[in-house]
């Protein structure tokens, strides 16, 4: 009978063992509806096995059943809560289940501004410079605030001054990104002391939902948080990471995306206008900001499709940003392209399709091109969302990718040129002093 019961056991796991690894092999292959039926056998088989319930998540996950991958690694967490990216994934499949359910079809977007408003000063893509490859070499001096010298009253003056953080700050986190012998992969490491320059900036948001922000993997992402709220520097990024300020009694939520696993996706719009919609909830002010868009000076124009990057689906930014609008956004600022594009005004709402690089020490290219020419974007939005007023202040960015006042102004000329090509109905006026109209 001792024999019986022994081959019973052995014929159970072979049988629960070929289940798994056909369903990881139709998996493989695209098949996933037939992949879930064998890992569902398989973990109904052997509830305890962890990697069953792992597969399982994946094939619920690409048939975009969310809750159920949720479910299927929420066992794996009991069964094996070390698990790499165990609890990254249920972060997202947690998210984009309650983000499936909101109701985005009945956002209010007034038109006529009401209420005391505030002003706010935004900048693009700012990478403060990377100890990986150069060493010290890749640093600016101190805590890096000389980063910021020329250009810091700007964003002392307003009521929130925000950026998008290229890169990841810690002091000693290995990259997890590219390989020994790559020449065209780039990783950031800022260290964490580097904080006290955006301090000294007067920064207060920042968005990490970009490209880079997984440079050392997840740990590296939870050292940037962490190095930031030390700092108390608000900030978006992961799923789930929504910025949330006040300023003279004003809530002011920022919403960011990119189009990577890390963050909410620009290219599930759906999915961004449940988190504004979310978020539109309780705070008086939504700002989305997205890194999207192809990269470089032949990316300069808003083609009004889905763009591609370095083999990468970056979203269609303008279908983008305008449901983003649609859904309670009262100001878009994009960033990406490491290029400026151009600005329109859609239901009041200004969007900004992408304010170039800012800060990029010894690592972006500025010369040639369109990559040193930048901005920094000061608006007033009325107290419902309503666009006021806007002004753009014009700045280069030096050899060591610094930025400093431009008194020559070309990014007036470079706005102006996009905007008449791009959206000749909706694009905005530069003046002679920068001062927007529409």
Sequence with gaps: MRGMITIGLLLSGAAQAGAL???IAALQAGAHAEARTLLRAAAAEDPTSADAWWELGWAEWVLSDYAAAGAAWENVKALDPERAELEHWLRVATTRQLLGAVDTSGAAVPVEPVGKGLTLAAAGDTMMGSDLRKGSA?????????LFADVADIFAAADVAFLNLEGTLSDDLPQTKCGPASSSCYSFRTPVRYTAALQSASIDVVSNANNHAMDLGEAGMDATLAALDAAGIAHTARYGDIAMLERDGLKIAVV???SGSCCLNVNRIEEVQGAIVQADATADLVIFTFHGGAEGSGARHVPGRTEIAWGERR??????SRAAVDAGADLVIGHGPHVLRAMEVYRGRLIA???GNFVGFRQFGTRGGHGGTSLILETELAGN?????????PVMLDGEGKPRRDPE???????QELSDADYPDSGVTVGL??????
């Design 433 to 438: 002093d920068g001062t927007l109209s529409w």
């Design 21 to 23: 690894e056909d369903g």
């Design 409 to 415: 102004g070309a990014a007036f000329a470079s706005i």
């Design 353 to 355: 399709y992408s304010l």
């Design 138 to 146: 890749g640093l600016a001096p101190g805590n890096g605030e000389v």
């Design 385 to 393: 969302g309503v666009l006021i007023a806007a002004r753009l202040h």
């Design 256 to 258: 960011g995306a990119h």
């Design 315 to 320: 979203g269609d930014v303008e279908a983008l």
